[in-house]
């Protein structure tokens, strides 16, 4: 039998403001456990939780980004259960009324951009977290990231494959991180996703019983995952059982998962309209300011790359793929002006070899635009080659400084002097008669011999336009 794969994305982006969604405790990462929990976090007695303006005004911005539709009136409710981690044992989330409805984001499906469906995006507060190692068979409770501030989007169950999820999710992941909503750092689990995966035989309309696998918070293991639990439903079903609705998680070492607990519905949350929270009034004054301070989006700024810079859709592609690098080649642009191949492929080739190297994000670069701009104004207008700005790049990453200090104290100038490269040509071709003669008689592959010679006699500067140049002249006879 045929199958379908069916499979949609509830995402959890943490919203980058610095105190949480209901409360002034701070957001900051790493601090000691419970530091950062204050009494409305801990659900004290008494206390009443005060919405966070910055949070809404991210969920705003990513509803206009991708085209949804923000609600004027929202409601906040009280989504019911019972963990250790969740001290009011209630979560604060959004259900009948979220702040965002509809919206898409386009992936690429066989070579043909295509839409995927957002059904929603709704603000919560996070839970804490239950810590089971080095306890010795106990669990800790760090309530530090209660009430951190998410925007759960979830998707409609669009892909139909692993690599389509994960096509969605780092898309995703760079337009939140591009409008500056999240920091989409998934190792601190400011960017993690659940996946509900199905399978049905192919043809059939209606859905099979889904599974979720929770928390996912790599790409790479997210795709594993969801490949694992494919095979995991089809092999099932054809053996003759019945998948059961249920959460399950992703065991990385075994590559496999396993269930966690049934699934619940909505029901079984009993959610409620929170009485401590008035409804979330949102007017167009509000939204006009939001989408005013929005920056070009990344597809538009693809194009516009495209259009404007004469850039293939390729390096476009890649130089949008996070907001600070296309600042940086935008800043790079503007002070090497009417290059944009060439700061294109130093930006994609050189700087991103060496922070990849170092483990470095673009906004840690050891090299600035202006540092770079130098340079490649030195190729430009010849004063050295591709070879020699590749040696000049890593003196710049390594000591800093300025290319023309570098050129300078190194003598890397290359030599274009025509005088000069004859003078070695000439000196060259009296030293090999017997070369000189082969090349003659219509042995081409010769004249790398000379090339090669002819740079170490230069020790490297020749500009090599000009060198091949006067020695196919001169060899031509």
């Known amino acids: 039998m045929e199958w379908e794969v069916v499979i949609g994305l509830e995402t959890h982006a943490q919203l980058a403001t610095h105190s949480k969604i209901f409360s002034g405790a701070s957001t900051a990462f790493g601090a000691a456990p419970n530091a950062q929990a204050c009494a409305v976090d801990l659900a004290l007695p008494g206390v009443l939780p005060v ?60 070579g043909v951009e295509t839409a995927i469906r957002l059904t929603r995006a709704h603000l919560e507060e996070d839970a804490g977290k239950s810590l089971h190692e080095d306890f010795h068979g106990l669990s800790g409770i760090d309530l530090n990231r209660a009430g951190t501030p998410l925007l759960e989007i979830v998707s409609e169950p669009d892909m139909r494959s692993a690599a389509e999820a994960v096509a969605y999710a780092r898309i995703l992941h760079r337009l939140v991180t591009w409008i500056g909503i999240c920091d989409g750092n998934m190792q601190e689990g400011s960017f993690r996703c659940d996946a509900n995966v199905s399978v049905r035989p192919k043809g059939q309309q209606a859905f099979g019983t889904r599974c979720e696998i929770k928390n996912l918070n790599s790409f790479r293991f997210m795709e594993k995952a969801i490949e694992y639990e494919i095979q995991r439903q089809i092999e099932w079903i054809e053996s003759g059982g019945t998948v059961v609705q249920e959460t399950r998680l992703y065991d990385p070492d075994r590559d496999e998962t396993r269930p966690m607990r049934s699934k619940e519905d909505a029901q079984d949350y009993r959610y409620f309209p929170d009485p401590d929270l008035l409804p979330l009034c949102i007017d167009t ?111 710049l990453w390594n000591d800093g400084g300025d290319a023309d200090t570098i050129i300078a104290s190194k003598g890397l100038q290359q030599i274009s002097d025509v005088s000069a490269l004859e003078k070695i040509v000439e000196e060259l071709m009296a030293a090999h008669p017997d070369q000189v003669a082969e090349y003659r008689s219509g042995k081409e592959k010769v004249f790398g011999f000379f090339v090669g010679r002819a740079m170490k006699a230069s020790g490297g500067r020749a500009n090599p336009a000009q060198l091949n140049a006067i020695l196919k002249a001169r060899l031509a006879g």
């Open 51 to 110: 919405l966070n303006r910055a949070a809404v005004e991210h969920a705003i911005r990513f509803g206009l980004a991708v085209g949804g539709e923000v609600a004027a009136r929202s409601v906040f409710a009280r989504k019911n259960y019972f963990y250790p981690d969740l001290p009011k044992g209630y979560q604060i989330s959004q259900f009948e009324i979220p702040v965002v409805s509809g919206g898409r984001i386009f992936i690429e499906r066989d």
């Open 285 to 395: 004054p509000w939204i006009d300011r939001v989408r005013e301070s929005l920056p070009e989006l990344p597809e538009a700024m693809r194009g516009r790359f495209v259009t404007d810079f004469g850039l293939s859709p390729y390096d476009a592609g890649v130089l949008t793929a996070s907001y600070d690098l296309a600042q940086y080649f935008l800043a790079l642009m503007a002070d090497v002006a009417g290059e944009a191949k060439l700061c294109a492929n130093w930006v994609s080739g050189e700087l991103a070899a060496a922070l990849h190297r170092d483990g470095l994000e673009v906004r840690q670069s050891r090299i600035s635009p202006a540092q770079l701009g130098g340079l490649l104004r030195r190729i430009q207008d010849g004063t050295v080659s591709g070879k020699m700005a590749k040696e000049i790049f890593d003196a």
